[in-house]
């Protein structure tokens, strides 16, 4: 059992990778071996619309992409994660399934009428995870990311479970395991009442180790099903 995690956040030990990080922590207490990448560390580079991917299954740019198609499709299991720019995605994430738009999957016209997709890659089953963080407290935020995601990813997972995770409320970096003192700071800088304080940063807690238990769970059953 392989579990691939891509990370579209830029921070490294940010709140998308202490997730994603848990989930992978499930994962292998069932046995599976886990490989994550960072998009920023990888050279991939912008889709120049030439299209060619539609026709040939390849793109003819020399960078990182064919080693990231080949690990996904290898996987049993494929998790990706970002946080949420301007109610979207990273750009970097953007790029990166613009990138495996006609690579990964091919379209085809259905007789009579409409076009469907189809996958290039070995079908075989892959349980699927989204990760979004987010520092909104409401997750619609997430909606449009997830859009795109569900699209992408669903064409992986030929029956595979399709799972989704969104953390909201997590802005500074680490904020999804921070102690009651950096919740309390993060109250008083939001201007709330000191009697309220406490409350405001138990709330907060309680939330991101709900997400946190979740996210293990998650790990457990992609590696397990
Ligand atoms: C450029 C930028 C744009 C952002 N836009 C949003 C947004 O539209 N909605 C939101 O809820 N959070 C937004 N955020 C906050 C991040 O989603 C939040 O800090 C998240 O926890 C970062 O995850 P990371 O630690 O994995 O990088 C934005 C942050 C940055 C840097």
New binding site residues.
């Given amino acids: 059992m392989k579990v691939f995690a891509i ?1 579209g ?3 490294k030990q ?6 994603i990080d848990k989930i992978l922590e499930g994962a292998k207490a069932e046995g599976a071996k886990t490989e994550k990448i960072f998009i920023d560390d990888l050279n991939i580079n912008s889709c120049q619309g030439c299209l060619e991917c539609r026709q040939e299954g390849i793109c003819h740019q020399q960078d990182d992409l064919s080693d990231v198609v080949k690990k996904l499709e290898q996987a049993d299991a494929v998790v990706v ?8 995605m ?1 750009g970097q994430l953007k790029i990166l399934l613009d990138r495996f738009m006609g690579v990964i999957s091919r379209v085809t016209y259905i007789p009579g009428g409409g076009i469907k997709s189809i996958t290039r890659l070995e079908i075989k089953k892959r349980n699927i995870v989204s990760v ?6 409401t997750p619609e ?2 909606d449009d990311a997830l859009k795109l995601l569900r699209r992408m990813l669903g064409s992986l997972a030929n029956d595979g479970t399709m799972e989704e995770i969104i ?2 409320g ?7 395991v921070f102690p009651k003192e950096e919740w309390i700071e993060i109250a008083k800088k939001y201007g709330i009442p000191e009697a309220d304080r406490e409350a405001y940063a138990e709330k907060a807690m309680a939330r991101n180790i709900e997400v946190l238990n979740r996210a293990f769970e998650i790990g457990r059953k992609i590696a397990s099903e």
Wanted: aromatic share 8%; net charge positive.
């Fill in positions: 990370n956040s830029f921070r940010g709140n998308t990778d202490i997730i994660g970002t946080p949420i720019y301007g109610n979207y990273t979004l963080a987010a520092g909104a407290p935020c997430a953390a909201v997590i802005n500074p970096k680490g904020a999804i």
